[in-house]
């Protein structure tokens, strides 16, 4: 048994498919002597693919963000055609007779030991370059020797297995059988945690070395409730897990009749279910959730897995089909919120910061690059108004200032003149802000004035508060949404947007866990956006519990000076309340 943190509750049982950090297979078979030519065609072929493709995008960054973020697809040209980069790799195909995919990830290998043993940042930076560069000529090797190693000849149900889930991992996995995941690296919040929980997925994170614990074809048992796996157990532990897993699977089949109900309390006050989304399937299954509309579409996932960059037409498009799939065509898109633990290659990413989530990242990166952030601002507006006036949502996120808010409505006046010297016909948005640094939730009452609309960005408020950084198993103790501080400030800022009359959401991960709906209900709060898959657990709660009982748990709460205190409390309350949802509880 390995313990880990825990990201996505329930209980799965399967068949390990351990990823690597380029999707190549180490271990192939030998080439034969005829097969050594066409080995080195593919090589080239593929080479001359990812040139072309990072001048094409070389291009395209330059005139829609600006020459110096484009450098960085020069220096990956220059690393592609590099002498001592290509010559090992030919040298391996033809004297070692491995496969190419097998070379660049032999040679990514040395590159790796080489540079880590050296601290300069200058040089870590250049690792960087060249892992992209082999992930990038490693797809393109892959579609054309249709590799033997491949999520497609895995049979499930499987249970993947990674250091780190970044997105474009995410888009292969959605083609898999896929009932469990574990990662090395990763937090409540990180992007792996987001993925399970918005499948309903059971996942648990923080389990050090675990890639090279597991191998593909493993059975492993990830116990999301607790935050631990089970490596390769005997047969009484499976079948114990077996009968957890049924109810599991019961239980979420029961809460799923309760789609087309209304989501109302006990004594009949009526609650706002959203979703958290990040692709027109997840608008797709928010509907299939019975969630009312889309609470947070996070932007960034269109650029992160997206060949180049956006344009206006592909972003407009897509924000479209977001709002077409959504329950209501109800959404709130949030713009582009890249920095901490999202970067592309074209933005932010000539120096390496020290502390990534507190720099330079959000609307901080989108007020250093105007141009490219009004096109987005463009995209969403044209999309909102091919819909009933008001539907549409244009939220902003990690504002920390006035100043800020007054620079963004005039980014916004700014691209509605735009459009309309175009002749393109525009309704009027809704505005708004996140709330997620301590400077804004403190100053709430100075802003809440300026916007029409506020949503509690609790992932990242949560850590800013507690000092903790969230992808930091270390510190992992500390980014806990139900610390006495946290609960504080999240009265407070409920508590001024009620009082304004001003429309509030939290669409932090805490709204989709029982024990923290349960305060912030009783905190106020009408409004709640989640991972899909937990709009059904919720509806179920909030059905038997009334206001007055919710507040007079809050009002227990706010006494408790420990985190420790204020979970065992609503441990308890939330099973006598629901004792059905048990299971779905993670620590």
Known sequence: ?????????????????????????????????????????????????????????????????????????????????????????????????????????????????????????????????????????SRHLSDALKPEFGPDLIKGPLIVIANELVPSQAVVLGEMEVHGIVTQRGSQTSHAAIV????????????????????????????GRDGHIEIRPNS?????????????????????????????????????????????????AAGSMGATGVGLYRTEYLYLTHSDVPDEDEQYENYRQIVAASPNHNVTIRTLDIGGDKTVAYLGSEHTEANPFMGWRSIRLSFQHPEFFNTQIRAIIRAASEFPEGTVRLMFPMVTTVEEIRRLRSMVRRAYKELNARGIKTKEVPIGMMVEVPAAAVSIHTMVDLVDFVSIGSNDLVQYLMAADRDN????????????????????????????????????????????????????????????????????????????????????????????????????????????????SSN
């Open 196 to 223: 399970a929980r918005s499948r309903g997925i059971p996942a648990v994170s923080g389990i050090k070395g675990v890639v090279k614990k597991i191998k593909t074809g493993d059975t492993v048992i990830v116990d």
């Open 473 to 584: 198993p270390k510190v992992a103790h500390l980014c806990q949404p139900l610390a006495p501080p946290v609960l504080i400030v999240l009265k407070m800022v409920i508590e001024a947007c009620n009082d304004a009359n001003v429309p509030v959401t939290v669409c932090g991960e805490m709204a989709g866990t029982p024990r923290a709906f349960v305060i912030l209900l009783g905190m106020g709060l009408r409004r709640f956006s989640m991972s899909p898959a937990f709009v059904p657990s919720i509806k179920r709660l909030a059905s038997v519990i009334s206001v007055d009982e919710a507040e007079q748990i809050v009002a227990s709460v706010m006494k408790f000076k420990t985190t420790a205190q204020v979970k065992k409390f609503l441990a308890r309350a939330i099973e006598q309340i629901a004792p059905d949802l048990k299971i779905l």
């Open 1 to 137: 048994m390995k313990r880990g943190i825990a990201v996505s509750p329930g209980v799965a049982i399967g068949t390990a498919y351990v990823i690597h950090e380029i999707f190549v297979n180490p271990d192939r078979k030998s080439l034969a002597d005829s097969e050594v030519t066409a080995e080195l065609a593919n090589y080239e072929t593929s080479r001359d693919k990812a040139g072309a493709e990072l001048r094409a995008l070389e291009r395209k960054v330059a005139a829609q963000v600006g020459p110096e973020e484009a450098a960085i697809f020069a220096v990956h040209r220059a690393i592609l055609r590099d002498s001592a980069f290509t010559s090992k790799i030919r040298t391996w195909v033809c004297e070692e007779r491995m496969s190419a995919a097998a070379a660049l990830s032999r040679l990514l290998d040395e590159y790796t030991v080489i540079l880590t043993k050296n601290k300069d940042a200058y040089l870590q930076e250049r690792l960087n370059d060249i892992r992209d560069v082999v992930m990038r000529l």
């Open 236 to 284: 009484e532990t499976i079948t114990a897990y077996k009968k957890l897993v049924r109810e599991f699977v019961d239980l979420k089949d029961a809460l799923a009749t309760n789609r087309d109900h209304p989501a109302l309390t006990e004594d009949g006050t009526e609650i706002r279910l959203q979703a958290n989304i990040n692709s027109v399937a997840d608008a797709t």
